[in-house]
Nanobody, 126 residues
């Protein structure tokens, strides 16, 4: 029903910034919970940040608090991840996810999300 496509990944130096975008097609998803997860090589996929329907509430992993922000633009049907003060440990494939079957109760769990993008690589050099 909903297709998600991430963009904006790339190579940056430590301390730099990147802005990732997740574009949805098929349906509007402003009423869906949306999130970003990331997965580094050899590691489990981990929660980064989430935003509730209509952007009323957000949540962040402790590792990115104060550095990353999540936002959504209902008119453009997109969700963005602004990443500042990047560190080498932020290097990972970043995935956008969306879910329409639950309220903002378990935003950190992958099972809350029905739709996933293909991922975009973020590499931070030291």
């Amino acid at each position: 029903q909903v297709q998600l496509v991430e963009s904006g990944g790339g190579l940056v130096q430590a301390g730099g910034s990147l802005r990732l975008s997740c574009a949805a097609s098929g349906h509007t998803f402003s009423n869906y919970i949306a999130a970003w997860f990331r997965q580094a090589p050899g590691k489990e996929r981990e929660f980064v940040t989430a935003i509730s329907a209509y952007g009323l509430t957000t949540g962040f992993a402790d590792s990115v608090k104060g550095r990353f922000t999540i936002s959504r633009d209902s008119a453009k049907n997109t969700v963005a991840l602004q990443m500042n003060s990047l560190k080498p440990e932020d290097t990972a494939v970043y995935y956008c996810a969306a879910g329409g079957s639950a309220v903002f109760d378990s935003p950190k769990t992958e099972t809350s999300y029905e739709y996933w993008g293909q991922g975009t690589q973020v590499t931070v050099s030291s």
